[in-house]
């Protein structure tokens, strides 16, 4: 894993800014989520504010089990096969992962550093690693980062 101590205790220490939040913080992720992609709007069957809220709760799993990856990697690789079903394809993480840092940075504001973007960067990849690795097998960590979505 490419997270360091120093980016887990940032990612633990702003998502607790968040948590307070977290509703406007779901509706900022959403909305950002469809202007970057709208063909993912129909993959959400239940309304976004209860959608929102799993969101919050996976997030706050991920951040509370940094330090126990044992823990949260088949929770992870539980919700991506799930995701599979709602007709997630493995080219849909990536604008999941720049709505999450966008989000990060209107909700944080000029608390939202570089490194602090940085770590959660490190953060969301190594979840929509483990996620896509479970879902996918076509999916090769090491050749797709090349891939012409990755990291855009």
């Known amino acids: 894993m ?11 220490d702003s998502f607790a800014k968040v948590e307070p939040i977290a509703e406007a913080a779901a509706d900022i992720f959403y909305n950002k989520l469809f202007e970057y992609d709208p063909s993912l709007k129909p993959l959400f069957k239940t309304d976004l504010k209860s959608q929102g ?4 709760a996976a997030l706050k799993l991920a951040v ?19 995701h599979v ?17 966008f989000t990060l940075k209107t909700g944080l504001g000029e608390q939202f550093t570089p490194d602090l973007k940085q770590a959660w960067i490190e953060t969301y990849k190594t979840m929509a690693t483990v996620m896509r690795a479970a879902a996918y097998n076509s999916y090769d960590p090491a050749t797709y980062r090349n ?6």
């Open 147 to 152: 891939h012409k979505y990755y990291n855009k």
């Open 85 to 101: 079903d709602y007709g997630v394809k493995v080219d849909d993480y990536t604008p999941v992962g720049n709505a999450l840092i």
């Open 2 to 12: 490419a997270i360091t101590e120093s980016q887990k205790r940032l990612v633990r």
């Open 53 to 56: 809220k799993k969101l919050m």
């Open 64 to 82: 509370s089990s940094l330090d126990n990856l044992d823990k949260l990697v088949p929770v992870l690789e539980k919700m991506a096969i799930q």
